[in-house]
């Protein structure tokens, strides 16, 4: 069992030792370490069980902290960070021989974001470093957006978990590449792709199902708990051992779970993984999801769910 506490200095006094510390940030909870500390990252690798061609997203606490690791930063990328951070939005930039290899797995890029969570920020800003990390759960696994779920799967390798409490997106950030002075979506996320066409940015988005991913990590099967899972068909009746994840419909049986009963999809976005670990407790043989419309946030939601189907 990990200590779960709201004491910044204790989480700052084990990064600077070396040891990962999970953190909160508004999308999930992060695994995190020093970014500039290869044994340290190695760390994460090994805790997480993690394969090394899958590069870490690295987390700063103030525009200025990117410099010294990254280098000619595009005016596209300059006004993109401007606007959306501190928020759910990661850019790839080039990066310099201060960030060492593991971190990026060895491309001459680095993926950045700033995170909006008040108790992270403040974190960051008190470190001489800036602080790699992974979402903090097992590879392959869901996401966790509570202190709680970090301690379940990960509580006996890490011995402190910094409480920032639920987070408030719920969603991984949306990963961006300037290439050609185009924004490319990376991957779905926090950040939706409505918002980036209403400030008019024009982006555009690769092709998330492909086996062959353009950002390593961008697996298929990402985000799937154990248990079977797979897509609620229009009017298909459950069995009686199924669980049914379904948008906004309110839930029949104790076994079954609504994202968010007003149709609300930031609502849908938060509850998404937490009632996704809750139907793998629930005393059923399976899950059966219903997508929510691919609108806004509901790209990312949708995107999580057929992933976790991909898994069968
Ligand atoms: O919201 C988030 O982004 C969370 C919180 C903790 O910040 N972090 C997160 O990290 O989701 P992770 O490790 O689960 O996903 C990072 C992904 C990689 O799997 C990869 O797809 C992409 O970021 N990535 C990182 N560096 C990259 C690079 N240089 N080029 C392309 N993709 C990169
Ligand atoms: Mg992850």
């Known amino acids: 069992m990990s200590v779960i506490g709201q004491d910044i200095e204790t989480a700052a006094s084990l990064l600077k030792k070396g040891i990962a510390v999970a953190i909160p940030t508004e999308t999930v909870y992060g695994l995190a370490v020093n970014a500039f500390d290869p044994i340290a990252v190695t760390s994460v690798f090994t805790i997480k069980n993690r394969p090394d061609f899958d590069p870490l997203i690295v987390h700063v606490g103030n525009h200025e902290a990117i410099r010294s690791f990254t280098r000619s930063v595009h005016p596209v990328e300059e006004l993109l960070m401007r606007k959306y951070w501190p928020g759910p939005m990661t850019i790839i930039l080039q990066r310099n021989d201060r960030i060492p290899d593991i971190v990026c797995s060895g491309l001459d890029t680095v993926g950045v974001r700033m995170p909006n969570h008040e108790v992270t920020l403040k974190l960051l800003n008190l470190l001489p470093f800036p602080l790699a990390a992974p979402s903090a759960n097992p590879f392959g696994y ?131 993984f937490r009632l996704m670990r809750e139907l793998e407790q629930e005393n059923s043989t399976g899950i059966l999801v219903e997508f929510v419309p691919e609108v806004s946030l509901g790209r990312a939601i949708n995107d999580r769910l057929r992933r976790a189907c991909a898994m069968g």
């Open 142 to 272: 869901i996401s966790p957006t509570r202190p709680d779920h970090v301690d379940r799967q990960l509580g006996d390798q890490i011995p402190y978990i910094l409480d920032g409490g639920d987070c408030s997106v719920g969603v991984e950030s949306t990963i961006l590449k300037v290439e050609n002075d185009k924004v490319h979506v990376l991957r779905l996320g926090g950040l939706s792709v409505d918002r980036l066409k209403e400030d008019g940015f024009d982006p555009v988005v690769s092709d998330h199902s492909s086996s062959r991913p353009s950002a390593p990590g961008m697996l298929t099967s990402h985000y799937s708990p154990w248990k079977k899972i797979m897509p609620l068909k229009d009017g298909e009746t459950p069995d009686e051992t199924t669980s049914v994840l379904y948008f906004s419909r309110k839930p029949i049986r104790k076994i079954d779970r609504t994202l968010s009963e007003s149709g609300d999809l930031e609502e849908a976005a938060r509850n998404l």
